[in-house]
């Protein structure tokens, strides 16, 4: 991990914990399971998304779950900006509405390739990996430099869906393009 990394994942991911292949370091995607977290902290959604102060941030896996457990671990009993955070896993596309942040996996960018210009909603965070997927629409991209998670962050998908995205997160970001085609 990059010390900016280090610093915006905080104290997320728990301590003590052990894989085989390197005790004590974080998957691949326990990583990015704690940077959906931090995203969720460092994203202003537009008016009118949520009706209650109190809803839920609906983080939504679209496609095959590459977070294994991860993602329920690390948000389990976590709020950001004052809402609970729940984890959906949503069908398709159209079964996302109601989803802030929705992750698109590997497996869905490949049977959809233009999925994130098909989630372009006004208060709708989309993440994927690489950089492709900011080109064609998504909002955040992780990228892997180095071994180490990095991100993309799209300015012209993020303006789309109204969201604002702290000066913090920004300088952290690997790059910042805007790239993404418009929806027809």
């Known amino acids: 991990l990059t010390l900016a990394a280090a610093i915006l994942l905080g104290s997320v991911l728990p ?14 995607y326990e990583v990015k399971a704690a940077y959906l977290l931090n995203f969720t902290r460092y994203v202003e959604w537009p008016a009118g998304t949520f009706e209650h102060p109190d809803d839920p941030i609906n983080i939504c896996v679209l496609g095959r779950n590459p977070f294994g457990t991860a993602l329920e671990r690390i948000l389990e009993g976590q709020t950001s900006q004052g809402h609970p955070l729940r984890v959906r896993y949503p069908d398709g596309p159209a079964d996302a509405r109601g ?6 996996s590997a497996q869905e960018r490949r049977l959809r390739p233009d999925v994130a210009l098909a989630l372009d909603h006004p208060g709708v965070l989309t993440v994927g990996d690489g950089e492709e997927f900011a080109r064609r629409g998504g909002i955040i991209a992780f990228t892997l430099v180095d071994q180490t998670v990095r991100f993309v962050v799209n300015l012209g998908a993020r303006d789309r869906g109204g969201l ?21």
């Open 164 to 184: 604002r995205i702290s000066s913090r997160m920004l300088a952290l970001a690997n790059a910042v393009v805007d790239t993404a085609p418009r929806r027809r």
């Open 99 to 104: 989803c802030q942040l929705t992750y698109v």
């Open 15 to 28: 301590a003590g914990r052990a894989r085989a292949q390197d005790p004590g370091k974080p998957s691949e």
